[in-house]
C-alpha cells in the first residue's frame, strides 16, 4: 500500500495571526490534533497489523508530531522505520505573513487560478509539483530496488493538504482542473492505495479515512470518498478547438437558429453564489458542481443563454462580469436565461 496522510489540527489552523511571529515549520499540534493523529494511528495500525511500514515525514513541527502520534498505535514505536524527507514539506507560503496581505493572496489566487499563483517570497503548488517530482524519482528507485518486499510493504507518507493534493496529481497525472476539483484533506485524513497485481496504483480504488469526533467526545475513523469541491469547475479552463472567428460563427449561427424558439426563465441566486460561467456569446458552458445555485432544484444547464441580470439586458460577451459582480454585491440576484421551452 501507499498511504498518504495529512498533519493534525496545528496551532496555525486555529489562529492564523500566528504565522505573523512563528515560521509555519515550527507550529505545533494542538490537542484536538494529538488526539485526531491517534485516531488515524489506531486506524493505520488496523489497516497495516504486522505487515512491514515504511515512513517518510515532512520535517515540519506538526507532521513530526503527527508521526509520532500515530507511532504509539505500535506496540513498540521505537522499531518504526522512519526518515525526514524535505522534499514532502508543505507549500511555502513565504516567511512571517501578514494576516491582511494573505487574506488579499488568497483572494488574489483564486481570481488567478490557485495551481500557478505563487505567494510572495513563497511557492504556487505547481513548484511544488516539481518539487516532488524528484520525490518520485527516489520513490520509484526504492521500489526499484525492493521489489521482493512490495507485496506487504505499506508506505507511509505524512505531509500536508496541498503536498498531497500535488502528490496525488503527479501520481495519476490528473490535469490542472482535476486538481481544482478536491477539497482539501481533512486534518488526521489519510488516502490509501492498495497495490495491484500489475504493479500499478489506481485512483479507481483510493479510498480516504477521517477522523471524526463522536458525541460523547471520543474519535472514530471513517472511510470516505475523497471530498469534491462544492464549487468544483470554477478553475476550469476553456480549451478552444477552432479560432476566435470560427467559434464566434458558429455560436451566432446557432443562436439565429434557436431564438425562435427559445422561452425567459429568471431564477434567483444566493449572494456570493457563482454557478456557472459563460462563453463570448454569453452561452453556459462550464456548470460549478454542488453550487446551491437557485431557488428551485432544477439548477442551470449547459446551453442556456444569459439575457437580463438583475433585469439589465447583457450584452454579448458581458455575461461572466456581469453576473459575478451581481454574486460579489452580497445581495441575493435574478438572471434571466434563454432556454428551450
Known amino acids: 500500500r501507499l498511504i498518504l496522510v495529512r498533519h493534525g489540527e496545528s496551532e496555525g489552523n486555529i489562529d492564523h495571526t500566528v504565522y505573523q511571529s512563528v515560521a509555519d515549520s515550527l507550529l505545533h499540534l494542538t490537542p484536538r490534533g494529538w488526539d485526531q493523529a491517534s ?3 489506531i486506524a493505520l495500525r488496523e489497516l497495516i497489523g504486522d505487515d512491514q511500514v515504511k515512513f517518510q515525514v515532512s520535517p515540519y513541527v506538526r507532521t513530526r508530531e503527527t508521526f509520532n502520534a500515530i507511532a504509539k498505535a505500535w506496540p513498540d514505536p521505537s ?13 511555502d507560503f513565504g516567511n512571517f505573513q501578514d494576516v491582511a496581505q494573505m487574506q488579499n493572496c488568497k483572494e488574489e489566487s483564486r481570481r488567478f487560478g490557485p495551481f500557478y499563483y505563487r505567494m510572495p517570497n513563497g511557492e504556487s503548488p505547481a513548484d511544488v ?25 505499506n508506505h507511509v507518507l505524512v505531509c500536508h493538504g496541498v503536498t498531497i493534493a500535488v502528490f496525488l496529481m503527479r501520481m495519476f497525472k490528473y490535469s490542472v482542473d482535476d486538481f481544482h476539483k478536491y477539497e482539501n484533506f481533512a486534518n488526521a485524513e489519510f488516502c490509501v492505495m492498495e497495490r495491484l497485481p500489475a504493479g500499478r496504483y489506481s485512483h479507481e480504488t483510493m479510498y480516504c479515512v477521517r477522523p471524526c469526533r463522536q458525541e460523547d467526545g471520543s ?32 455560436e451566432r449561427e446557432k443562436r439565429r437558429y434557436s431564438k425562435n424558439y427559445l422561452v425567459a426563465l429568471e431564477k434567483e441566486f444566493k449572494p456570493n453564489v457563482l454557478a456557472f460561467i459563460c462563453n463570448e456569446v454569453n452561452r453556459v458552458e462550464t456548470l460549478i458542481e454542488g453550487a446551491e445555485d437557485s431557488d428551485d432544484d432544477n439548477g442551470v444547464q449547459r446551453d442556456w443563454y444569459v439575457a437580463k441580470v438583475n433585469g439589465k439586458d447583457v450584452t454579448e460577451g458581458a455575461a461572466n462580469e456581469e453576473v459575478e459582480a451581481a ?3 452580497g445581495n441575493a440576484y435574478k438572471v434571466t436565461f434563454m432556454v428551450p421551452p
Not at 524535505?86 to 507549500?91: A, D, F, G, W
Not at 509539483?129 to 518520485?136: E, I, P, Q
Not at 475513523?221 to 460563427?249: L, N, T, W, Y
Open 129 to 153: 509539483f516539481d518539487r516532488l517530482s524528484t520525490f518520485f524519482e527516489s520513490m520509484y528507485r526504492f521500489w526499484d530496488r525492493h521489489q521482493d518486499r512490495l507485496e506487504t510493504l
Open 327 to 329: 454574486s460579489v454585491s
Open 79 to 91: 522499531c518504526l522505520k522512519w526518515a525526514e524527507d524535505p522534499r514532502l514539506r508543505e507549500q
Open 219 to 250: 474519535w472514530l475513523a471513517v472511510k470516505c470518498p475523497r471530498s469534491v469541491r462544492k464549487d468544483a469547475g470554477r478553475f476550469d479552463r476553456a480549451i478552444h478547438q477552432s479560432s476566435p472567428q470560427e467559434r464566434m460563427e458558429s
Open 39 to 41: 485516531c488515524a494511528g
